[in-house]
């Protein structure tokens, strides 16, 4: 819906965030964003999407639910690997830098307000948070999860496209919903809680060059014994440790002290140990 001060989100948007560049604004149809009578869409930075360039499936339109459009901003032409995302109610009047949102070393920064359980019962949009908790629920397991804060939001196309190919009958129906629905998808909450659940393998090459303290190229006892035990949030007692390297000298044949990254990496029953250990950690930061 436009609702008059699409200008003026516009222009508060690129005066106080400068690495915004482009601004796209969806809408159902170009006139619609011709009503914006001051919103210059002769200015190469500004760009009307429409539903129809947005839709896969054109038998879902038109469509006046805003979880159905979201679930689509991924696909718009041109749009950046990383793009910031906004409501149609926002006007930005303070500054914003790239820190607020992911820090120097790659963090997400997730601004979350009040218990799922807390807010206000029934209706299709509190229906819908339910339903993603259910949703993140199959697949991260019981948690006490949060809605989002009503706030822009970082986000990566790639993530998204992954995000849709987790839950792909779940987008679907919330893409085919002509109002909203308590069975939609809630886009923010269900990608910021993918980006902080979803957890991966650490590989053995990585274990090895990060407790390998003096690059050396090799895991002397002393230093298992003092790196391992820290390399999960929870310590490793000192039999755990000293049964890994038990398996160690077993695979070397002696009662080595220092065990070359060739040794270790080669010795299926030790990094198989060390998977099981270490266990895994979050995907994303």
């Avoid at 482009?22 to 009578?37: D, E, F, G, I, Y």
């Avoid at 629920?137 to 995000?163: C, D, I, S």
């Avoid at 070397?252 to 060739?262: A, P, Q, T």
């Amino acid at each position: 819906m436009v609702r008059g001060h699409d200008t003026y989100r516009a222009r508060s948007a690129t005066c106080v965030w400068p690495p915004l560049d482009r601004w796209k604004k969806v809408a159902q149809c170009k006139n619609q964003a011709l009503t914006a009578k001051k919103l210059d869409l002769n200015n190469p930075r500004i760009t009307v999407v429409t539903h129809e360039e947005i839709f896969p499936d054109k038998s879902h339109l038109p469509t006046f639910s805003s979880p159905a459009i979201e679930s689509h901003v991924h696909r718009i032409e041109g749009l950046s690997e990383r793009f910031l995302y906004l409501n149609d109610d926002f006007l930005i009047t303070q500054p914003v830098w790239p820190e607020d949102f992911v820090s120097s070393s790659g963090e997400y920064t997730i601004y979350m307000d009040w218990p799922i359980g807390g807010g206000p019962p029934g209706g299709p949009f509190y229906g819908s948070l339910q339903s993603t908790d259910r949703m993140l629920e199959q697949r991260y397991g019981a948690a006490k999860r949060r809605y989002m804060a009503h706030v822009p939001m970082l986000m990566e196309r790639r993530l998204l496209r992954e995000l849709h190919q987790l839950f792909p009958d779940e987008f679907a129906t919330t893409s085919a919903g002509r109002v909203r629905q308590p069975t939609d998808i809630q886009f923010q909450m269900a990608y910021s809680y993918f980006i902080t659940s979803e957890r991966r393998a650490v590989p053995a090459e990585q274990l090895f060059e990060e407790l390998d303290i003096d690059r050396s190229g090799y895991w002397s006892v002393d230093e298992i014994r003092t790196t391992l035990p820290w390399a999960r949030p929870l310590p490793l007692p000192p039999d755990v440790v000293d049964s890994f390297i038990s398996t160690l000298r077993d695979c070397s044949g002696k009662n080595s002290s220092v065990f070359s990254r060739e040794l270790v990496l080669g010795c299926a029953p030790a990094t198989h140990q060390l998977r099981q250990l270490v266990g895994t950690r979050p995907r994303f930061r």
